[in-house]
């Protein structure tokens, strides 16, 4: 029986209705988004139309899923929300705290020992309220919750931005910050603004070398970075229902890339076997009997033009395989283009090491398609040019590739075997030579690709690419392969070609394992103690922010105007940093050393207006606290793009930022500002931020009235004595601006006031 299943069948249950009566009054035929978004109102019942884009609206997510990094920051805020035990099921899963380096048994033995304070807290703190856990080595989040947790038509948010995956079974799951994920633990509403929708129709059918992950790289491609925020996508045609369960995964995986809320796929026989394999035929018979429900009116698919607000299509048949890259993960290039374009542009050539798996793509058929490839590596007496990883994506997956002669296979070509974990997916990977900076090209399964998130080396280049290419590409170790048209040269001087990958679908035996990992709560977890010691470095228990003093912002510095691209991973790098996420102090010494100062273009280092000298980004942020001093952050497009880590707001709050003005947000990072008590602010003419001075001195002038859909007024005084008056944008609603004043929105639900 599945996890939850009562609470699945209440969905079911309620589904029908609250659909049909959201039809009735929006007066047209629905989306699968609106469907789900409508079935899981705050409310219940749907009353009334709601704007995309303009409304927000209070939802009941049915779960929230934690990982270990993000996790930590998110219990130790929940501590403080005086609950006896979690509102909605939640799960806990540790997978971002063990580095790749050596092998999956070491690797996964040395994590257990160097993080061991930390699995045992968040072991101790889910028995206490409710939560499940899963241990360390039991897999990545995204790949465990598919495997038995995510079901058609229901809603879940995570505390990871690739939380998104399970809309390849045909979820609504959003990635959030630790203190969203808090309000619905709960037992709280969860605000989102009403999203766009963005269709995207697949006609045809994959084949060959073309694979799902080709289908995200190719609208990527199309919609950029910054192309999705505020909408949800919603795959739909032919082309979606020929796909695998797990190949929707992966598309549904990387749409955290192109900035979308989230995506999702209509309920179809793919998820059906999908539900059945992994032990789920009990959700699968429950689903099957609201499936109309569980995927967009056949009027929407008709005519999608009529109910999308953008409608991308494309034919897998013509789809060509795609690497993504390198620096960003919407620099899409052609497999038969690339040679072109790495010449063009001076890319390294030499492949130095081919990784595949992570959350986006360690499915049994991604290894079993990949392992295909393996084969021909002495079937065709060739020798692999570069090194190459695999990662497999949980315990069962690990298991049953093992029990089917995968693992042996790969093995064989002199592959190396990570733990079930993030590793270099999240730049946990102890990667050998990294620290020389050398310049060098590595393809990659991952979803990001950003300066220095693999190995910490801003000079190595990665590219994105399916599975089988990645493996085929490692092989010839030249990023100017080609495989659908290329020979290798074996070890007898001959030419040969690789044939196309093939694997199943699903287990032909079964998936099987001798434990996934799993540790349930205690029923009554009263008398479970969670002890922090005060002289821990890895943990620190949370003092309320300061409440806002209801005066104007007067006096400020400016911190940093960060220059160009600015991601979490620039505002709080992961890595090495990754030990530190549950102590705020600690983890407070990596904010924004990875930002580019618009002054000087260097990393970590700005001015300290107090002194004169330049100083990393954190010691000047300290020494502006420690004198009172309030300081701002200003910086340039899609600010925050990347992971939903929450740390990226704190560390601010936690060292006196009091505003960050940007020209544009992305979705979580703007909503994770707002919970923390800080100012999310937009530059209402995108032009000013060229008028800012490095020795700028900031007032704010009219914060006291402070409202929905009121800018700001904010005074820029030169070191000269000269002024710009500079108008930002917000986005704050009543509740939101209650949280400023409050100082979080941790602060409310504690008083009891949320």
Request: charge should be negative; proline fraction near 5%; aromatic fraction near 8%.
């Amino acid at each position: 029986m599945a996890f939850d299943i009562e609470m699945i069948k209440k969905v079911y249950e309620n589904m029908p209705g609250r659909v049909d009566k959201a039809r009735a009054i929006v007066g047209r035929p629905l989306t699968l988004t609106e469907k789900i978004l409508y079935n899981h109102l705050w409310d219940g019942n749907p009353t009334q139309a709601f704007g995309r884009g303009v409304d927000y609206v209070d939802f009941a997510p049915d779960r929230v899923a934690c990982q270990d990094a993000t996790a930590q920051m998110a219990l130790l805020q929940f501590m403080h929300a005086g609950k006896a035990k979690v509102a909605v099921p939640t799960t806990v899963h540790c997978d971002h705290l063990i580095q790749a380096k050596v092998d999956a048994v070491t690797d996964l033995a040395r994590a257990k020992t160097q993080s061991n304070e930390v699995f045992d807290f968040l072991s101790s703190v889910s028995n206490k309220y409710g939560i499940g856990f899963w241990k360390p080595g039991a897999g990545i989040i995204h790949q465990v919750v598919l495997e038995n947790y995510a079901f058609p038509g229901g809603m879940m948010i995570g505390t990871d931005s690739h939380t998104v995956n399970a809309g390849g079974l045909g979820m609504v799951a959003i990635g959030v910050g630790g203190a969203d994920a808090v309000d619905v633990m709960s037992g709280m509403a969860w605000e989102l603004k009403f999203p766009k929708l963005i269709g995207v129709k697949l006609t045809g059918k994959l084949s060959g070398w073309t694979a799902p992950k080709d289908v995200i790289l190719k609208v990527a491609g199309i919609l950029t970075v910054k192309g999705g925020t505020g909408a949800i996508v919603e795959y739909f045609g032919e082309g979606a229902t020929s796909m695998s369960c797990t190949g929707k995964g992966t598309i549904c995986n990387m749409g955290a890339e192109i900035g979308a809320t989230t995506s999702t796929f209509g309920y179809d026989d793919s998820m059906s076997r999908y539900l059945r394999s992994t032990n789920r035929a009990d959700v699968a018979d429950a689903a099957d009997k609201v499936a109309s429900y569980l995927t967009g009116d056949p009027e929407v698919y008709a005519n999608p033009e009529q109910y999308f607000d953008q409608v991308i299509e494309i034919n897998l048949t013509e789809l060509e395989p795609h690497l993504n890259g390198p620096f960003t993960p919407d620099l899409a290039t052609p497999i038969s283009k690339m040679k072109e374009e790495a010449i063009k542009n001076n890319w390294p050539l030499q492949i130095q090491v081919g990784l595949i798996g992570s959350c986006t793509n360690s499915s049994y058929e991604d290894i079993a398609r990949a392992a295909s490839l393996a084969r021909q590596v002495s079937a065709k007496n060739l020798k692999t040019k570069s090194q190459f990883t695999i990662t497999p994506g949980s315990e069962v997956v690990r298991y049953t590739i093992e029990r089917d002669g995968f693992i042996d296979t790969f093995e064989k070509i002199g592959a190396t075997v990570f733990a079930n974990a993030c590793g270099p997916c999240i730049g946990m990977w102890d990667r050998e030579g990294a620290e020389k900076e050398e310049r060098n090209t590595i393809v990659h399964s991952f979803n990001r690709n950003f300066s220095k998130r693999a190995d910490g080396n801003p000079n190595t280049l990665a590219f994105v690419g399916s599975p089988e290419l990645v493996t085929a590409m490692a092989i010839a170790g030249d990023l100017g392969f080609n495989p659908l048209t290329d020979t290798l040269i074996n070890e007898d001087g001959e030419e040969v070609m690789l044939d196309a990958p093939t694997g199943d679908e699903l287990p032909p035996k079964g998936f099987d394992a001798e434990d996934p990992g799993f540790q349930a709560p205690a029923a009554d977890g009263s008398g479970v103690q969670v002890a922090v010691s005060p002289t821990s470095e890895r943990l620190q228990l949370l003092a309320p922010f300061d409440a806002w003093d209801g005066k104007n912002i007067t006096g400020a510095k400016l911190l940093i105007k960060a220059f160009g691209k600015c991601t979490t991973d620039h505002i709080s790098m992961a890595g090495p940093w990754l030990r530190f996420r549950g102590h705020l102090d600690n983890i407070s010494n990596n904010m924004l050393i990875g930002a580019v100062n618009a002054f000087n273009q260097k990393t970590n280092s700005v001015k300290n207006q107090l002194t004169g000298d330049y100083d990393a980004v954190p010691a000047v942020a300290r020494a502006y606290k420690a004198a009172g001093v309030p300081s701002i952050v200003v910086g340039d497009h899609n600010y925050g793009e990347g992971s939903s880590r929450e740390h990226a707001a704190m560390e601010p709050r936690f060292l006196g930022v009091k505003a960050v003005l940007v020209k544009s947000f992305a979705r979580i990072h703007e909503t994770n500002l707002k919970k923390q008590g800080l100012l999310g602010l937009t530059f209402a003419n995108e032009t000013d931020y060229d008028k800012i001075q490095e020795n700028d001195t900031i007032n704010f002038t009219d914060l006291t009235e402070f409202a929905p859909g009121k800018p700001l007024t904010l005074e820029f005084v030169h070191a000269d004595g000269s002024k710009d008056i500079i108008l930002a944008n917000h986005t704050y609603n009543a509740g939101q601006i209650g949280w400023f004043v409050a100082g979080s929105a941790l602060n409310l639900i504690a008083a009891g006031k949320a």
